[in-house]
């Protein structure tokens, strides 16, 4: 853990882990209110989880695979409580976590969600967008809550949607805002 002042935050990944690496990236510079202690994934094979193991953060790997979702959520929590998290950072996490998750993390578990929510809940996003026609795009980051995607928005970046956007050409531009986003938030909400 490094700084005793800063906030202690883990980071959950399912796969590629760009808005976790924009995090520890952000979160290594001296200033930035929050640490990042580790970073937990589902999935042990996830790319971010290298990525995050080669910088010297501490990874951990843990799926409900063979054990179930009440006992995977136990050993999370126990995990987490220890290490004395206090924010939990979902970044690109496909796992739903139960209500009971939740209300015990209650205020202390932020998303990152590539629309403008509350438009787009859930998958595909960019499709979705371009198909109503929509003039702009862009990323959210919101406090988690039972229902999927719906917590109180926290920070919001935009993107034009311009002419012959693919879902893929879209994604990539908003993107782009997600890292620039989820750091900026995590940083308003750790000195909160
Ligand atoms: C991002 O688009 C994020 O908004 C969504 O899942 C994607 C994860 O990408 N929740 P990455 O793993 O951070 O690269």
């Known amino acids: 853990m490094s700084g005793t002042s800063k906030v202690a935050t883990v980071i959950l990944v399912s796969g590629r882990g760009s808005n976790m690496a ?11 209110p929050a640490a990042i202690v580790g ?21 951990f790997a843990l799926s409900p695979k063979g054990i179930g979702k009440p006992a995977y959520e136990a050993a999370l ?6 290490a004395g998290i206090e924010i ?14 939740v209300d015990a993390w209650r205020g202390s578990i932020l998303n990152i969600h590539p629309s403008l929510l509350p438009k787009y809940r859930g998958l595909d996003t960019h499709a979705r967008a ?14 988690v809550t039972e229902e999927l ?34 750091p900026q938030v995590l940083a308003e909400f750790a000195m909160r």
């Open 39 to 59: 970073v937990i994934s589902d999935r042990p094979d996830a790319p971010g989880l290298a990525w995050a193991r080669q910088r010297g953060i501490a990874t």
């Open 149 to 182: 995607d719906a917590g109180e928005v926290l920070g919001q970046a935009r993107v034009p949607i311009l002419p012959g956007d693919t879902p893929e050409t879209l994604a990539a531009r908003v993107l782009a805002e997600e890292h620039r986003l989820y």
């Open 88 to 101: 939990i950072a979902l970044a690109g996490y496909m796992r739903l976590l139960s209500p009971e998750f």
């Open 77 to 82: 929590t126990g995990a987490l409580r220890e």
């Open 22 to 32: 924009a995090l520890i990236m952000a979160a290594a510079e001296a200033d930035f």
């Open 130 to 143: 371009i198909a109503a026609g929509d003039a702009e795009a862009g990323c959210s980051v919101h406090l």
